[in-house]
Each structure stands twice: as C-alpha cells, then as structure tokens.
C-alpha cells in the first residue's frame, strides 16, 4: 500500500473515505500477512493519532433499525400477492411448510412485532402508505404482503438493468470493497432506479418467475430458524431475499 511512511497522510485520507481499520487490515494482508485491525489501531496510534476513530463501529456504524413501513424506499411496491402459478401465495406455502412445518410457519407471519398491529389493524398511518388502505392484523395479510411485495420487486429487474449492475460491479469493484461514499451512492441510486422501475415487454424481467419463487421460498425457510430465538424482529425487517 502507497503512503505507509505517510501514517498522517493515510490516516485522514482514511476518514474521509470511510475505510475502515479492518478494511485497510484486509488491504494490506499480502505485505503483512496476519494483520487484524486491532494492530492497524495501534499503529496509527503510535504516531499520536485517534486509532480507534477508524474502528469499523466507530468509522461506519450499522444503520439503526427503523420500521419496515414508512421508512422502506419501496414503500410504493407493497401490495398483496395476486400472482398465479409458482408465485401464488399457495404455491410458495406449499414449498415452506414441507421444509418447515405448519407451525413455525404461522409463528414466522405473526403480525405480533409489527409497529402497530396491538389493536389488530394497520392503519393508513401505521402502514406509511396508502395504496391497501387498512388492513386486519393478520398472519394472512402479513403473508399475502410478504409474498406480493417482493414478487413485485423481483418482476422489476429487467435484463438490461441487471447487466448495468453488473459492469457497475465490475467497473468499481474496489470502491464497492472499501465502501467509498460517492460509489456507494452512485450504487444505491442504480439499485433503487432497477426495483422502482418496472421490467416491460421491451426489456423484460431478468428472472423468471420460477427463479423468483424459488428465491422467496429458500430466503423464507432460512428465516424460521430465527423463530423461537430472535422474538424482537418482525418478518419484514429480517427477510432478505435479492
């Protein structure tokens, strides 16, 4: 790595990058195989400087937790699931209850941590958007959600949108790596603008609709086995399927 006999030149080009200790450990392992972040600390450190200012805790804290409804950018796309086929809601239960049985699977879709739901409606305000007006409380809402939502982001994917994500990986696989913000901002935004924008005729979805409802049902049966452990999270802020 350039500028190692420049610790003060490193160490604020390091703040202002947002390259975290454990990052610049990783960066320089060929040269100093063995190296943890810890060492990096302590190394900055030993010239006079905040070492621990580049802790990835301290540097780049985790986002806070927020609801899953107001706050979701894809607010727009929740919608209840109206697809037939492989992504019907039957369809994509079938497939997660043989894996994990009937009552984890209920126990998963339980409304209870919902912001919300104690009075057994989501409101307009509860919900932070408009288009279902309210809706019961339900495990089968929850459900019927869960699957329509994210059916609809997988639909909007299109081919050539996917492969500007690709060379956007490949072009800046180094930004990406050290979490430079204005590629992570330039990435969120290309992300955002594929799922928001829906897939057409002309160019149509990347995934097939075997391929979505695959990746829904295996993201699902991973996230039962939190059921019983992790009480405080609710499905939505947990499932991660794309």
């Known amino acids: ?53 580049l802790n990835a805790a301290t540097l780049n ?47 998963t879709f339980s409304p209870k941590n919902i912001p919300g739901a104690a009075d057994g409606v989501l409101s307009v305000a509860d919900l932070g958007f408009s288009q279902l007006g309210d809706i019961a409380a339900t495990w089968q809402n929850m459900e019927s959600l869960l699957y329509g939502t994210i059916s609809k982001l997988g639909h909007s994917l299109s081919r050539n949108e996917a492969q500007e994500i690709y060379d956007f990986t490949q072009n800046f696989d180094l930004g990406l790596q050290i979490k430079n913000p204005w590629v992570m901002a330039q990435f969120e935004k290309l992300m ?5 924008d829906p897939a057409t005729e002309q160019d149509p979805p990347v995934l097939s609709d075997e391929e979505i409802a695959d990746a829904i049902s295996n993201a699902l049966i991973a996230q039962v086995s939190l059921v019983g452990i992790d009480t405080s999270q609710n499905l939505f802020n947990n499932l991660n399927v794309f």
Do not use: C, H
């Not at 420049?6 to 100093?32: E, G, H």
């Not at 894809?74 to 894996?99: C, I, Q």
């Open 1 to 53: 790595m350039a500028n190692l006999d420049k610790p003060v030149t490193l160490y604020y080009a390091a703040k202002q990058y947002k390259i975290d200790s454990q990052m610049l450990a990783d960066i320089v392992q060929d040269r100093f195989p063995g190296v943890n972040a810890t060492q990096v600390e302590a190394f900055f450190s030993s010239y006079g400087l905040r070492g621990k200012d």
């Open 61 to 107: 804290p985790a986002p806070v937790v927020k609801s899953w409804q107001g706050d979701s950018k894809f607010k727009s796309l929740f919608s209840f699931n109206d697809n037939t086929g492989a992504l019907s809601t039957e369809s994509m239960r079938d497939t997660v209850v043989a894996k994990v049985g009937w009552d984890k699977y209920i126990q």
């Open 192 to 196: 955002l603008d594929a799922l928001l």
